[in-house]
């Protein structure tokens, strides 16, 4: 009997080599978030069905398992050969609501909801707050952001784009409800930069 295509799309396109892949998307992704802002190649053999890209497949199979609820945005959510694959390679089961997910995968930053809708941890446990995973299509054409903080020798620019709509304003907040607040992980198509809720991020003009 032939396989449906979700199923197929399912078996297909994990980590060739998983133990060695996933242990190098980790040390690039905790590298990454070590020194907020900097760019760091990833190389993966991912091959998640579209929309999700290989980036950000090779970060899902590297973080979430069945002990992981995880969110999908809108696009993402409708594509019944993505939630098959994350579901065959990865285990996690899928968060009804943006609250109750310890990641989320968005394809689409410019419609994402606010930042404060998503698991935000609380003051004895920070650290069961939601890591977003934000698809961008690279790091230098959108607005310029000044970051500092931890792991930022003096200061930092980047400039991702697309980003979540009113985006220096939604991380003021984030980062005024310290230790709670979201981390971010910046997915591009060969490389990841991260934001973890520490950073300071003002738009720069011009």
Request: glycine share 6%.
């Amino acid at each position: 009997m032939a396989m449906t295509e979700p199923v197929a799309a399912a078996i297909d396109g994990g980590f060739a080599r998983p133990v060695f892949e996933a242990q190098h998307v980790f040390r690039t992704v905790m590298e990454a978030m070590a020194r907020p802002g900097s760019v760091h190649p990833v190389a993966t053999s991912a091959r998640p069905p579209e929309p999700m890209t290989p980036t950000v497949g090779a970060v899902a199979l590297t973080l979430v398992d069945h002990d992981t609820p995880l969110w999908l945005d809108t696009a993402l959510a409708a594509s019944e050969a993505v939630r098959e694959w994350l579901a065959f390679h990865a285990g996690a089961p899928l968060a009804r609501t943006p609250a109750e997910a310890h990641f989320a995968l968005v394809s689409g930053p410019a419609e994402l909801i606010a930042l404060e809708n998503f698991a935000q941890g609380s003051q004895n446990y920070p650290d069961r707050s939601a890591t977003i995973i934000l698809t961008v299509e690279g790091f230098r054409d959108g607005q310029a952001l000044l970051l500092k903080g931890p792991g930022i020798e003096t200061e930092t620019v980047i400039a991702p784009h697309p980003m979540p709509r009113h985006f220096v304003e939604q991380w003021k907040q984030n980062r005024a409800r310290f230790p709670r607040g979201v981390d971010l992980i910046l997915a591009g198509p060969d490389a990841v930069a991260c934001l973890p809720r520490t950073t300071r991020v003002t738009a720069m003009e011009g």
